[in-house]
């Protein structure tokens, strides 16, 4: 096992495109770190460097003690499962799998003198670790099938017993359940996460999924443009947000931004006006332009909030559209120039096009500098 660190790594393509920029972070041993941010933010190309398959422009990489950056994939003791499985289509199942861990057993005994004795432990010990493989993801009974026959479950399954067999130092996951329906994208996220534990080799997985993330990452490593913006656990992530991307990007429905500023302890929103906790350091920023942040879930309708509803925060709001969505309702609701979302317990009455009475706890508001957009704690 060995954790991979990031130093200071670039990736530049072409003459000034940097996929990723000065990326320092370290992942450790038997820890599984996911790496989620929008298309283009450079998680994939931090993958793919960790594996060999893009050189890094600048900075280091290293797997364990060993810095990687000029050692070839086929050395580096990584296992990669893809976006699109990358299977054999001629091959059987249990072929997919055993395939990679031949090459690797016969290169280690290129040395000696082949016989039938030595050929004969070198094919047991094969068969037994892909059949350990296959038993354990449940394809046991499709080793014969060819990749066409299966689901897409069913592949990315023998993708990862591709990848299992080898046991390596390190598993890189390239958003690996994109191409499954939602069901079964739901399902096999356990699965991942109890072969984790059950294997404890460090895996480094990328995604554009913040549920994904949030649900399988011991840590999450946030990016946008090429830049690192937060790494943390997934509760510290989403509830102390380091600035303004990534409390907008992780939370479903994604938190509410209103732009104001702070005048007199409070933060003045134009139409909405609501108190700064005691002891808030952006209570003595008076002037300070800001952004006003406040997640769904922490909106209620008045009298049915956990906690006493006071002047400094409630609002009126007219609602405009209600979401039937079983355990919550979303409400889109509008007040003065302002579209507000809210999640609202189901048993909690809504009437559309009706004004009602809401309040916001307080203690999970957020402020974002108006102009660096760091949060302000």
């Known amino acids: 096992m060995a954790g991979v660190s990031f130093k200071g790594v670039t990736k530049i393509f072409g003459k000034d495109v940097k996929a990723v920029n000065n990326l320092s972070l370290d992942v450790r041993d038997q820890e599984f770190m996911v790496f989620v941010g929008p298309s283009g933010c450079g998680k994939t190309t931090a993958l793919r460097m960790v594996a060999g398959l893009e050189e890094a422009t600048g900075g280091d990489i290293n797997i364990g003690d060993v810095r990687v950056n000029d050692v070839p994939p086929k050395d580096r003791d990584i296992a990669m499962v893809f ?60 080793l014969e099938r060819k990749p066409k026959e299966l689901s897409g479950g069913q592949r990315q399954r023998v993708a990862l017993a591709r990848a299992i067999v080898r046991k390596p130092k390190v ?32 895996t480094i997985y990328v995604t554009h999924d913040q549920v994904e993330a949030m649900t399988m990452g011991q840590r999450i490593a946030v990016m946008n443009g090429g830049v690192l913006q937060q790494c943390d656990t997934p509760e510290m992530v989403y509830r102390r947000p380091a600035n303004k991307f990534v409390a907008g990007f992780i939370g479903a429905p994604p938190m509410n931004f209103i732009a ?63 979401e039937l969505l079983g355990h919550d309702n979303t409400a889109y609701l509008m007040t003065g120039e302002h579209k507000i979302l809210a999640n609202i317990d189901a048993t909690v009455p809504l009437h559309e096009q009706q004004d009602m009475e809401f309040c916001i706890d307080l203690d999970q508001m957020h402020i974002f500098d108006g102009d660096s957009e760091v949060a302000i704690r």
């Open 171 to 202: 598993f890189l996951m390239d958003e690996p359940l994109s191409n499954l329906d939602a069901k079964l994208r739901i399902q096999t996220r356990a699965e991942l996460i109890r072969l984790h534990r059950s294997l404890g080799i460090t």
């Open 260 to 322: 104001g500023q702070i005048k007199d302890g409070h933060v003045d929103l134009g139409h909405l006006n609501f108190v700064l906790p005691a002891g808030h350091p952006a209570a003595t920023m008076n002037g300070k332009k800001v952004s006003f942040g406040i997640r769904p879930e922490s909106i209620y309708v008045k009298g049915h909030a956990p906690f006493a509803a006071a002047e400094g925060n409630t609002f009126t709001a007219r609602v405009d559209v209600v």
């Open 83 to 142: 976006q699109n499985y990358a299977l054999y289509p001629h091959m059987s199942v249990y072929e997919n799998i055993s395939f990679g861990l031949k090459i690797k057993e016969l290169k280690g005994f290129l040395w000696q003198v082949f016989n039938a004795g030595e050929a004969k432990k070198i094919k047991g010990s094969i068969d037994a670790r892909v059949k350990e493989a296959a038993t354990m993801l449940e394809i046991g009974h499709l």
